[in-house]
Every structure is written in C-alpha cells, then in structure tokens.
C-alpha cells in the first residue's frame, strides 16, 4: 500500500468515526492519473452514480470502497456532476456535491471579521441563502477557531454530523461549507468536535430565525423582505430625538402586555393592531421593548438572550416584527429596543464553551461569570466578539429601523470589581478597577451608531457616578445620548412611598437630584426593576386607603 493510499485510508476512518477535520482533502473531486477521482459519503445508500448537472446524463457509477463512502472517475477534467442516490426502497436523489464547490466567505469578510470590524456579519456568515456556479443552496459559517471538527447538521442530513463536515478558514478561525439544493425554512444547528473532546451541537450565534423554545434549532431564513412605508418618520426622526424635543416612552414586555383568546402572548400583528393605538392615545412618544431576541425561558423579560440577531419565534416571524415597527412609525411612534451586550446565559446549546473553550467568554471565573445572574460575561477584549456585539447592535438599527437602544446593565460593564468583594476579581492593565475593554467597546457601538444610524438614540441603564456617560467621545465621555437616572428613581420612589404627614421631613429627597441634573443627559425612569420580586405595584406603594392611593399616583 502506497503511503498515499494510507492516508487516504486514514481519512476515511476519521470520516466514519466523525474526526476528519479537512473534509475537502478526501471527498469532493480531485485529479488524479486517468481522469477526475470523485469521492462522496453517503452512508445507507444502495447506489451513487455521477451525472451531469444540468441534463442528468449519466457518467459512471461509483464504488463503494468503504461503509457509505463511494469514489469512482470522471473522464474530463473540471467536468461539472451532480450525484443520483438511490435510497433503499428506490428512492431517487439528485443533487449537487458539497465538496465540489469553492470558499464560501471572501478573503476581505475574513479580514474584517478578524478585526473586530465586520458590521454585517448577519449579511455574510451564519446561514445564506445563495447560488454558487449557479445552483442554489445555502452556505454556512460559523466561527469555532478551537475546533477540531465542524459539521452543519439538519433535517437535510438526519441530524448525521459526518455527512457535512465543513472546510476550516485558518486565517480567521471559520468554518464553511455551501449545501445545495436546500433553502429557507430548514433547522439546522452546528455539530462541534471541542477542543475538550466533548462532541455538542450548537444553535448559529448568527441565526436570522429560530425554533420556538424549548426547541433550540436555528433556522435558514433570508434577510428580512419588507416593503417599508415609514420615510416620513425616518427623516423627522433626528428632530423627534433632539435634546429639546419630548419624549415619553411606554415600558413593554411584548409577552405579557396582553394576552390572546388563548392565554398565550399577542403576536406582532396582534400588537400592531391593539398596543399601538393604547400608545397613541395614552399620549406617549416611543414605545420601549424588554428584549425581544430570543431567549431560552419565556417566563422571563428576556434579559439573557442566546440569539442576538433573531427576534423571538413566540411573536411571529422577523418580517412581523419589521411590520409592527413600520406599525409604530405610521402612527408617530418610535420604537426603543432592550438590548444585553453585558452578559449571556449558560445553556449548553448557545455561545458557552463554544468550541470547547471559553470562546465568547472570559476563561477566568472572576472575569467571566456574573455571580448575581449566574450568566457569563462576554470577553470584549477579544475583537472578535466585540465585533460580533456591535454588528448585533447595527443590525436591529438598520434592518428593523429600530429608533434607539437602551442598553442594559451598563455598570456591571464598566466596573471589574462590580458586586464582588475583595479577591474575587481581576484588577485591569494599570491596577484598577475601571473595565478598560468595555469602556473601548461602548465608545466603538456609541460612535459606529452615530455615524451609521443618524437620528437613532443610545440610552444607558447606569447606576453609578461613573464620569461622561453621555458626554461625546472626543470628549473623553462614552458616547451615550442619554443615561437612565436611577438615583432619580430611587429618591422619588421613595418619597411618595411616605405618608403625606411625614414628606415634610423629607423634601431633599425631591431636591437631591437636582444638584446632579445637569451632569449628564438624564432620562427619567420608572422602570419595570420598581415592580419586581415583591415591590409590587406602583398603586400598592402608594400610602393610604384605596381612593388616597389612585390620587397619589395620579399627581
């Protein structure tokens, strides 16, 4: 046996037992002496025979050489084939081979990826619809550096991750590999051999749709289509955010704001049609979003997204979310969106331990996992995930039109030491506390919003003294458009919680955040976080009976 053929025989045994980590160098076409050597897998079929792509003529059957590996000769070189399988029972079918086709993701995308500069990696990686060498199908990428195999995985292939292993990118760590014949509406998850030797399947970090939880498949959809009827709103929409201009915004958690005849949340249609004119008539400016990506715990405000491309499957499809903003926007309303690039949750199919490794997150504990959450912490000093971050927040402003983020938990970003005690963090380069990383990456998305974005609003929940929050970047501040005032909150809050006969004593905690007013651009909130864990509503904080109770909360 030549040493070529050992190899060979070495290939086919990592393909059999789900270890060939370069698919490309065994299946798919390859000259050799006489002709065109084709190798395919097709574990369980009777018969595989070659023929022409476009008229189906046949070209010669191939030999099984191996269990479900089959290879044989095309005489002309670079001749284009499709393969015809025949199934036990007699059924037929045609398609195209995988590993007859070239790279998927372009040099430039790769570089830009690498450098934390790519803005619309949800356009390019992921799941694609697309033709390549005029066949349609879709490409599939996805980023796993760490990996030692990568196989897409579906109802396509029966879930079989050595039927599609795919081509590692080096150079930026993706794997990729274009599958014909299949379109949008497939699930589809990431089959992931780890660099800890655990085999695990993994949802799309870039998914554009998914399964309705529980299930947890990511699923081919192409970029939104929507016919959008909201220019007017758009060009006016920089003068309705001005500094001067009123807005008053009306807090939302899309599940649990009404439900249908069923019990279960309105869909997005549903909303358009009763949410929207309760807004409208209410006399509020903007409508803000609890996190609708998609998140594992629908019990939940959706504060620990796993999908931070796709919007929720329990409302409807992307398309209906772009029509209930478009919804919004025709009836004056902006739309506000909760977004999470401070923390994700830990369940085995999303972004934990990605490839085996801490991918997305910090490989320290201390660094890495959000002790009162019991979530992890994005790494964004890795620019890659950085980068993954700000083209999540680019995407819901350019392709849904959203009109602002407010970005949650901002404190625990900038602090390293936030809710630790002594020895249970990691100081920065310089010996201090201050989240270097995050402060870099909040300035990266503030001005990448501002100049991609015009019009569009960053607001940040932040509750600490934390200097220029929303004073611009050149001028050493983060770039914030405004910042929630929580000490607001909490001082008024607490003062209409006393009995009249006391407020007296108590007027400085109306008067106190007037000393702070004017130091940075203050939003005021009364936030969903005043009703939780047992603070119960904003009536029952009220003192008094019942009727001092409504005339309280209604000055």
Same mark, same amino acid.
């Given at each position: 046996?030549?040493a070529?053929?050992?190899?060979?025989?070495?290939?086919?045994?990592?393909?059999l037992?789900g270890?060939?980590?370069?698919?490309?160098?065994l299946?798919g076409?390859?000259?050799g002496?006489?002709?065109?050597?084709?190798?395919?897998?097709?574990?369980?079929?009777?018969?595989v025979?070659?023929?022409t792509?476009?008229?189906?003529?046949?070209?010669?059957?191939?030999?099984?050489?191996?269990?479900?590996?089959?290879?044989?000769?095309?005489?002309?070189?670079?001749?284009e084939?499709?393969?015809?399988?025949?199934?036990? @029972?007699? #059924?037929?079918? +045609?398609?195209e081979?995988?590993?007859?086709?070239?790279? *998927? =993701? !372009? &040099?430039?995308?790769?570089?830009?990826?690498?450098?934390?500069?790519?803005?619309?990696?949800?356009?390019?990686?992921?799941?694609?619809?697309?033709?390549?060498?005029?066949?349609? @199908?879709? #490409?599939?990428? +996805?980023?796993?550096?760490?990996?030692?195999?990568?196989? *897409? =995985? !579906? &109802?396509?292939n029966?879930?079989?991750?050595?039927?599609?292993?795919?081509?590692?990118?080096?150079?930026?760590?993706?794997?990729?590999?274009?599958?014909?014949?299949?379109?949008? @509406?497939?699930?589809?998850?990431?089959?992931?051999?780890?660099?800890?030797?655990?085999?695990?399947?993994?949802?799309?970090?870039?998914?554009?749709a998914?399964q309705?939880?529980?299930?947890?498949?990511?699923?081919?959809?192409?970029?939104?289509?929507?016919?959008?009827?909201?220019?007017?709103w758009?060009?006016?929409r920089?003068?309705?955010?001005?500094?001067?201009?009123?807005?008053?915004?009306?807090?939302?958690?899309?599940?649990?704001?009404?439900?249908?005849?069923?019990?279960?949340?309105?869909?997005?249609h549903?909303?358009?049609?009763?949410?929207?004119?309760?807004?409208?008539?209410?006399?509020?400016?903007?409508?803000?979003?609890?996190?609708?990506?998609?998140?594992?715990?629908?019990?939940?405000?959706?504060?620990?997204?796993?999908?931070?491309?796709?919007?929720s499957?329990?409302?409807?499809?992307?398309?209906?979310?772009?029509?209930?903003?478009?919804?919004?926007?025709?009836?004056?309303i902006?739309?506000?969106?909760?977004?999470?690039?401070?923390?994700?949750?830990?369940?085995?199919?999303?972004?934990?331990?990605?490839?085996?490794?801490?991918l997305?997150?910090?490989?320290?504990?201390?660094?890495?996992?959000?002790?009162?959450?019991?979530?992890?912490?994005?790494?964004?000093?890795?620019?890659?995930?950085?980068?993954?971050?700000?083209?999540?927040?680019?995407?819901?402003?350019?392709?849904?039109?959203?009109d602002?983020?407010?970005?949650?938990?901002?404190?625990?970003?900038l602090?390293?030491?936030y809710?630790?005690e002594?020895?249970?963090?990691v100081?920065?380069?310089?010996?201090?506390?201050?989240?270097?990383?995050?402060?870099?990456?909040?300035?990266?998305?503030?001005?990448?919003?501002?100049?991609?974005?015009?019009?569009?609003?960053t607001?940040?929940?932040?509750?600490t003294?934390?200097?220029?929050?929303?004073?611009?970047?050149?001028?050493?501040?983060?770039?914030?458009?405004?910042?929630?005032?929580?000490?607001?909150?909490?001082?008024?809050?607490?003062?209409?919680e006393?009995?009249?006969?006391?407020?007296?004593?108590?007027?400085?905690?109306?008067?106190?955040?007037?000393?702070?007013?004017?130091?940075?651009?203050?939003?005021l909130?009364?936030?969903?976080?005043?009703?939780?864990h047992?603070?119960?509503?904003?009536?029952?904080?009220?003192?008094?009976?019942?009727?001092?109770?409504?005339?309280?909360?209604?000055?």
């Amino acid at each position: 046996m030549t040493a070529s053929e050992d190899l060979l025989g070495a290939a086919a045994a990592a393909l059999l037992e789900g270890r060939l980590d370069d698919p490309f160098a065994l299946l798919g076409p390859h000259e050799g002496s006489g002709g065109t050597i084709v190798r395919t897998f097709q574990p369980g079929a009777q018969e595989v025979e070659l023929v022409t792509r476009k008229k189906g003529a046949p070209r010669g059957t191939l030999e099984e050489v191996a269990p479900g590996l089959f290879a044989g000769k095309l005489k002309k070189k670079g001749e284009e084939y499709a393969l015809r399988i025949t199934w036990p @029972g007699g #059924a037929e079918q +045609v398609t195209e081979d995988p590993y007859s086709f070239g790279t *998927v =993701i !372009g &040099d430039y995308d790769l570089h830009l990826f690498s450098e934390g500069r790519h803005l619309e990696l949800a356009r390019v990686f992921g799941a694609q619809p697309k033709e390549m060498d005029g066949v349609s @199908g879709v #490409a599939f990428s +996805v980023w796993a550096p760490n990996a030692r195999r990568v196989s *897409v =995985i !579906g &109802d396509f292939n029966m879930w079989d991750g050595r039927r599609h292993p795919m081509r590692l990118r080096h150079s930026a760590g993706i794997w990729e590999l274009f599958v014909p014949r299949i379109g949008p @509406g497939e699930l589809y998850k990431f089959e992931i051999a780890g660099a800890d030797g655990n085999v695990i399947e993994k949802a799309d970090p870039l998914a554009r749709a998914t399964q309705v939880p529980p299930g947890t498949a990511s699923i081919v959809a192409p970029a939104p289509e929507f016919t959008w009827s909201d220019d007017d709103w758009m060009d006016e929409r920089a003068d309705r955010h001005a500094p001067d201009a009123p807005i008053a915004a009306y807090e939302v958690h899309a599940g649990s704001w009404m439900t249908n005849d069923e019990g279960g949340p309105l869909d997005w249609h549903a909303l358009a049609h009763k949410l929207v004119p309760y807004v409208v008539e209410m006399g509020f400016t903007h409508i803000e979003l609890l996190p609708i990506m998609e998140h594992p715990f629908g019990g939940s405000w959706g504060y620990q997204p796993l999908s931070q491309f796709a919007p929720s499957a329990r409302f409807g499809s992307p398309a209906d979310f772009a029509g209930f903003v478009d919804a919004c926007h025709r009836a004056g309303i902006g739309v506000i969106l909760d977004w999470v690039p401070a923390h994700f949750p830990t369940d085995a199919h999303g972004l934990a331990q990605f490839d085996g490794t801490p991918l997305y997150e910090h490989a320290d504990p201390k660094e890495g996992f959000h002790q009162d959450w019991n979530t992890l912490i994005y790494n964004l000093g890795r620019r890659e995930v950085s980068g993954f971050l700000l083209s999540s927040a680019m995407w819901w402003l350019e392709t849904f039109h959203i009109d602002g983020l407010r970005v949650d938990a901002v404190a625990s970003m900038l602090y390293r030491d936030y809710s630790r005690e002594h020895g249970e963090w990691v100081p920065n380069v310089h010996g201090g506390r201050e989240n270097l990383e995050s402060v870099a990456f909040l300035k990266a998305m503030n001005e990448a919003v501002a100049e991609r974005c015009p019009g569009a609003m960053t607001i940040a929940e932040e509750s600490t003294a934390w200097p220029g929050v929303s004073a611009p970047v050149a001028e050493g501040g983060l770039g914030f458009d405004y910042k929630w005032n929580m000490g607001w909150m909490h001082d008024t809050l607490q003062y209409i919680e006393r009995d009249p006969v006391h407020r007296g004593w108590h007027h400085g905690e109306l008067t106190f955040p007037m000393v702070y007013a004017w130091s940075e651009k203050y939003v005021l909130p009364i936030s969903h976080d005043e009703v939780v864990h047992g603070k119960g509503s904003l009536w029952n904080k009220m003192p008094g009976d019942r009727w001092r109770k409504f005339a309280n909360l209604r000055t």
